[in-house]
């Protein structure tokens, strides 16, 4: 298990949080060549705490949780509606992704393995509210039984990689700007101008899809769970 979470903050976390700091990684290549920036770069990267742990990955460590901080937010924004997590609205009888026949296996398993009864039409009808908590609960429940299943696992870190990469997609957006402005008044490099301008692009057509990503890669998940479910049933 422990091997598995390392497994997921390093893909999840700490894979996202070097994609967005390329910007950062460029901008000290131009400003390493001046050899007392250069020498003072080194010390600080190489500098250890105790335990032996760099100062490079204290940083690295801190600057992954604030964009999984911003990434949270955006995952709230998104799912955070009349509608819920892919989890949640896939199985209720209102979205049609799922067939109704479908629905009511996964329902008569809910109701094997937990002793849950799910509500049905009628009852998700009147109260989609109450519907729509009940299932979230029961959820849970699915995922501690499902574990890291075949390639639920696999789903879930490619859902928390892009997650964490649209979250980190808008420091990434600050440090090119900063790049620019430094570009102009004081590198004045037109490569460090033109890098930089190209990965704003980058950043910001993320930033600009990130409803769409998170929506897509959350529903491959849910799809993934629920399916692993039915199939150990």
Same mark, same amino acid.
């Given at each position: 298990?422990?091997?598995?979470?390392?497994?997921? /903050? %390093?893909?999840?976390?700490?894979? =996202?949080? @070097?994609?967005?700091? @390329?910007?950062?990684?460029?901008?000290?290549?131009?400003?390493?060549?001046? !050899?007392? !920036?250069?020498?003072?770069?080194?010390?600080?990267?190489?500098? $250890?705490?105790? +335990?032996?742990?760099?100062?490079?990955?204290?940083?690295?460590?801190?600057?992954?949780?604030?964009? &999984?901080?911003?990434? $949270?937010?955006?995952?709230?924004?998104?799912?955070?509606?009349?509608?819920?997590?892919?989890?949640?609205?896939?199985?209720?009888?209102?979205?049609?992704?799922?067939? #109704?026949?479908? $629905?009511?296996?996964?329902?008569?398993? *809910?109701?094997?393995?937990?002793?849950?009864?799910? =509500?049905?039409?009628?009852?998700?009808?009147?109260?989609? %509210?109450?519907?729509?908590?009940?299932? #979230?609960?029961?959820?849970?429940?699915?995922?501690?039984?499902? +574990?890291?299943?075949?390639?639920?696992?696999?789903?879930?870190?490619?859902?928390?990689?892009? &997650?964490?990469?649209?979250?980190?997609?808008?420091? /990434?957006?600050?440090?090119?700007?900063?790049?620019?402005?430094?570009?102009?008044?004081?590198?004045?490099? #037109?490569?460090? *101008?033109?890098?930089?301008?190209?990965?704003?692009?980058?950043?910001?057509?993320?930033?600009?899809? &990130?409803?769409?990503?998170?929506?897509?890669? /959350?529903? #491959?998940?849910?799809?993934?769970? *629920?399916?692993?479910?039915?199939?150990?049933?």
């Amino acid at each position: 298990m422990q091997k598995v979470t390392e497994t997921h /903050g %390093l893909y999840a976390r700490f894979f =996202p949080a @070097v994609c967005t700091s @390329v910007p950062v990684f460029v901008l000290w290549f131009f400003l390493s060549k001046d !050899i007392i !920036i250069r020498e003072l770069s080194d010390y600080l990267i190489n500098l $250890k705490f105790y +335990g032996g742990v760099s100062l490079s990955a204290v940083s690295l460590y801190f600057y992954a949780q604030v964009i &999984r901080a911003t990434a $949270k937010h955006y995952e709230k924004e998104c799912f955070d509606n009349d509608r819920g997590f892919p989890t949640t609205y896939l199985l209720t009888y209102a979205d049609d992704t799922f067939s #109704a026949r479908y $629905k009511d296996t996964v329902r008569s398993l *809910i109701n094997k393995y937990f002793n849950l009864n799910l =509500p049905d039409p009628l009852e998700e009808e009147q109260d989609l %509210l109450d519907a729509q908590r009940r299932i #979230a609960e029961a959820v849970r429940l699915v995922r501690v039984k499902v +574990g890291d299943g075949q390639l639920v696992r696999k789903y879930n870190i490619w859902y928390g990689f892009f &997650r964490n990469l649209t979250g980190g997609s808008l420091y /990434g957006m600050g440090f090119c700007a900063l790049n620019i402005l430094l570009g102009f008044w004081f590198v004045k490099s #037109a490569v460090l *101008i033109i890098a930089s301008s190209i990965l704003l692009v980058l950043y910001s057509v993320l930033l600009s899809y &990130r409803k769409s990503i998170l929506l897509q890669n /959350g529903e #491959a998940y849910a799809k993934q769970l *629920i399916s692993e479910f039915v199939a150990e049933g």
